[in-house]
């Protein structure tokens, strides 16, 4: 079965310096892709980046790569530049693959990261 | 500009009361979802539509319903069924391509009297 593991529940970072938040993943579907998401205090889901299985470079969204490993299944979110407005829950998402195509996703369970003036 | 509604933002239920929370969207999107999160928790699938009028059953679909009679509309019911439903609902659609993310409603945050 398709699964999502995020194994660190909390982290510190400086403001400026960079983190990477972990993320690894299992399935068995050749196509699938990943998604990372912040969540703020106030609730809503935000869209930070993607990464498709396929994809043969890294993604990248201004201040956020993703550090992607397939043989090791692992889709690490890189944050450049530390900011206060980063501090937020974070998660790691797949969309799983099949006759359903892409309509179904899982998330991992967050990781909160705090980043310290 | 487009995006998802969910109301109301704050819901409390009383005791074998069933109560439903709203979403509405104007993305045009096929697919909508809706999810349950508890404190310091991800996202949990409830249910889940791809087209109108045909939905399936998520992880933790028990003690809940849903409707698809729009294509902008995904109403979830928590039934009196549902006996621990205080968690943070989240509604969310996504685009025919797959590649594209889900986009969600601000949440209703639902707790019992």
């Known amino acids: 079965a398709q699964k999502i593991t995020q194994t660190q529940p909390g982290m510190f970072v400086q403001e400026k310096e960079a983190v990477t938040l972990d993320c690894t993943y299992d399935?068995?579907?050749?196509?699938?892709?990943l998604f990372w998401y912040k969540q703020p205090s106030s609730g809503e889901m935000i869209f930070l980046i993607y990464?498709?299985?396929?994809?043969?470079q890294n993604a990248t969204e201004g201040r956020y790569s993703l550090n992607f490993q397939k043989a090791r299944k692992s889709a690490n979110l890189v944050i450049s530049a530390s900011q206060l407005g980063d501090s937020a829950m974070y998660f790691c998402?797949?969309?799983?693959?099949?006759?359903?195509?892409?309509?179904?996703?899982?998330f991992g369970a967050g990781t909160r990261l705090f980043v310290k003036a | 500009d487009g995006g998802i509604t969910q109301s109301p933002k704050y819901l409390f239920r009383k005791e074998g009361q069933n109560v439903t929370l709203s979403c509405e969207q104007n993305?045009?999107?096929?697919?909508m979802y809706w999810y349950r999160q508890d404190p310091g928790q991800g996202l949990r699938l409830i249910y889940y539509?791809?087209?109108?009028?045909?939905?399936q059953k998520g992880d933790i679909a028990e003690g809940y319903s849903v409707s698809r009679e729009k294509k902008e509309s995904f109403p979830l019911t928590v039934t009196s069924a549902q006996k621990n439903p205080t968690a943070f609902y989240l509604c969310?659609?996504?685009?025919?391509?797959?590649?594209?993310?889900?986009?969600f409603g601000d949440g209703t945050r639902l707790s019992i009297l």
């Open positions: 993305l045009n999107h096929d697919a």
């Open positions: 969310a659609s996504k685009g025919h391509d797959s590649n594209q993310p889900q986009h």
């Open positions: 998402a797949m969309r799983e693959g099949g006759r359903t195509g892409g309509f179904k996703t899982i």
């Open positions: 990464q498709g299985s396929y994809d043969q």
């Open positions: 539509s791809q087209i109108v009028n045909d939905f």
């Open positions: 399935t068995s579907d050749p196509s699938y892709g």
